[in-house]
Each structure stands twice: as structure tokens, then as C-alpha cells.
């Protein structure tokens, strides 16, 4: 679906969205278990933001004044947040395994098959070592306190009768889509802001603005899809039921009858009355990411850490995506550059503190 108009058609029609999510597969029974536990680890990770505000400006620091990247991202979202995937009582192994598994680029899909191969070989041990964890936690039955963890919170959600393999993919699922999805969002934000201002010691936007325009400008979903629950129409054209209706986010964010001149990256037209179009970095209509919010924030929050009291400049980089299931950056180098007199902080909102 081109057209902007007979895209959000699309992806608004309640009867075209009847069913269920297609981003748990059939791993759930119905769509009521799918909204409870989007709802449940959405409320776990808004609690730990706190949590993650601190440690981001930590590790951030520990980067040095040179990293790579988009492979920092992910690594660095995953440091901020492995307490909260998994609770520091864990295991220690399974814990290694999945900082292993995030250094290895298992949190997307690759564009090259040497770099899918090495994700790949650590998927089934991991998976297993995922799957023990969840048989022994079941065993021992639900305790009276929270959620310690994402792991809790899948398992406490879920119905019953899931097997223990199914619960493992649900929380591989969910872990993946929190640490790869941040992780890159922050790569691609970190480098187009700078390579639109290159020149300056700081940057001239909010970390709010930066974030939002870096969603628009490349979103990491290139494509959003589903297949027609039943015989539709749409536009005066017929589809059978099965069909897969696709829509790309990229396509409608840079629709010139929608957005002022989008091909170039402006944070500042989120300062701008009536000056953004349609918008759908987390998909829209019924079955936009419970998430979407708690994402934003996480995301703005590192890049916040990231532009500290720092000059930031990148080489090797441009903005052409890697398109590989997801939107990815291509490798840059990140160089953080502390400044003699702290700078005053931009907020969400563009005021300095």
C-alpha cells in the first residue's frame, strides 16, 4: 500500500484487524492473553525507567572516547536494562549467555550471512538455557511479591497450559524486541543528528525531537503486514482472505503531500504547529505496541546520557539504510569528546537546566 491515505485505511479497519497480532505468531490463544501481556512487561520496564535514566549516564561514560557502532547500542541498552530482562539472582550462566547473545547481533537480523551465522549458533543453547529457567520458576510456583523480572512477567501472564518452550520463545521474543529495537533506535539518532550538525560542540535540538525525527527520518520497521482475515476491499480492489496487506512506515513518513520537505532530517518540525504528518514508527490503529511510549523514553534517555556534557562526532558513516528484515545503520565510529564547561541539559521539552 503506497498511497498514504489508503494505507491508514488499512491499518485503522477494525475488520481488517478483527483477529490477532501477528507479532506473537500463534504462541498465545487469543488476543486478550496477547493485550495482558504487552500490558505487563510495558508496566514492568515504565517501573525501572528510574533505574535506567542512572545506569544510561553510567555507561555511557564507560564507552570510551571512541566506539563502534550500530553494535553499541544494542550492548548498551542491554547493560542498562539486565536487570530487568533477568533479575541479578539468576543464573550467572544464563545471564553470560545473554550479554553473549547481544554482542553477537542476535537482536536483529544481520544483513550478511557470516554475521547471521555467528547470531544463529547461539540461538538453541540459548533457548535452552532459557526454557530450564522457566520449567524450574514454574515449578516453584508464583510468589506473593512483583514481577522481579521480564521472565516473571511473561510467566505470570501467560495461560497455564503453554508449554514451558513456548514461554521461552515468548520471553526470547520480547527480550529481543527490547534490547535490538532501543539499541538501533539510538544508533540511527545518534548518527543522523550528527551527520546534520557536524560543526557544533552540542547539538540544537531536544534528545525528544532528535529521537522522533531519527524514527521518522529511518524507522526500524521497514514494513508492516498482516493477511486478510476474510474476503476485503479496499481502494475499489478486492483481496481474498489470506492476502498479506503490507504497509511501510518509510513510504508514509516521507510522503511529500504529508510532511514538509521529508526527505530532509529536521527535528524541528516536532516544534512545529500542524507540521508532522502520519506517523507509525510503532504501527497505528488497534494494534500500535503497547510499548510504543516506554520505548520513546528508553531511547531518549540514552541518547540524552550519550550527548552529556560531550562532543560527539562520527566517521565512517552515512545514511543509507541496511535493510534486512529491519532497518539498520551502516558500521560508524562514534567519538565522545567531554567538554571543559559542562553544558547546560536539554529536556524532552527544550528547556536548559
Not at 76 to 88: F, G, I, M, Q
Not at 209 to 224: L, N
Amino acid at each position: 500500500m503506497r498511497d498514504t491515505e489508503l494505507a491508514l485505511t488499512v491499518l485503522r479497519d477494525p475488520a481488517f484487524h478483527g483477529g490477532m497480532s501477528t507479532f506473537f505468531g500463534d504462541m498465545l490463544p487469543s488476543r486478550t492473553a496477547q493485550v495482558a501481556l504487552g500490558r505487563a512487561v510495558r508496566n514492568l520496564m515504565r517501573a525501572h525507567l528510574p533505574a535506567y535514566r542512572q545506569c544510561a549516564a553510567e555507561k555511557a561514560a564507560g564507552l570510551g572516547p571512541v566506539s563502534r557502532w550500530p553494535d553499541a547500542g544494542p550492548v548498551l541498552v542491554y547493560r542498562c536494562t539486565a536487570d530487568v530482562l533477568l533479575h541479578p539472582g539468576a543464573p550467572p550462566p544464563l545471564r553470560q549467555q545473554l550479554a553473549q547473545a547481544v554482542a553477537a547481533g542476535l537482536t536483529a537480523r544481520q544483513p550478511s550471512m557470516r554475521q547471521r551465522a555467528r547470531a544463529e549458533v547461539l540461538r538453541p543453547r540459548l533457548l535452552a538455557a532459557i526454557t530450564g529457567e522457566v520449567r524450574s520458576r514454574r515449578t516453584r510456583g508464583p510468589g506473593n511479591e512483583e514481577p522481579r523480572d521480564v521472565m516473571d512477567a511473561v510467566i505470570g501472564t501467560v495461560p497455564g497450559e503453554l508449554t514451558d518452550r513456548t514461554v521461552a520463545d515468548l520471553y526470547l521474543l520480547l527480550f529481543q524486541s527490547i534490547v535490538g529495537n532501543i539499541g538501533y533506535a539510538v544508533a540511527w539518532a545518534l548518527l543522523l543528528a550528527c551527520l546534520h550538525h557536524p560543526s557544533g560542540p552540542t547539538w540544537p535540538w531536544p534528545a525528544d525531537w532528535v529521537v522522533r525525527e531519527a524514527a521518522r527520518h529511518r524507522p526500524f520497521v521497514w514494513m508492516v503486514g498482516r493477511p486478510a482475515p476474510h474476503p476485503l476491499e479496499f481502494g475499489g480492489r478486492p483481496f481474498a482472505a489470506g492476502t498479506i496487506l503490507s504497509v511501510s512506515p518509510y513510504l508514509l513518513h516521507h510522503d511529500p503531500h504529508r510532511w514538509d520537505r521529508p526527505k530532509l532530517f529536521r527535528p524541528e518540525r516536532w516544534d512545529e504547529p500542524g507540521g508532522q504528518g502520519p506517523y507509525l514508527p510503532f504501527s497505528t490503529g488497534p494494534f500500535t505496541c503497547a510499548g510504543a511510549a516506554v520505548a520513546h523514553s528508553l531511547t531518549t534517555e540514552a541518547l540524552t546520557a550519550l550527548a552529556r556534557d560531550a562532543r560527539l562526532t562520527v566517521g565512517g558513516g552515512d545514511a543509507r539504510p541496511l535493510v534486512s528484515g529491519s532497518v539498520l545503520p551502516r558500521p560508524f565510529t562514534l567519538r565522545r569528546t567531554p567538554l571543559k564547561t559542562p553544558s547546560a541539559t536539554l529536556t524532552k521539552g527544550g528547556e536548559r537546566t
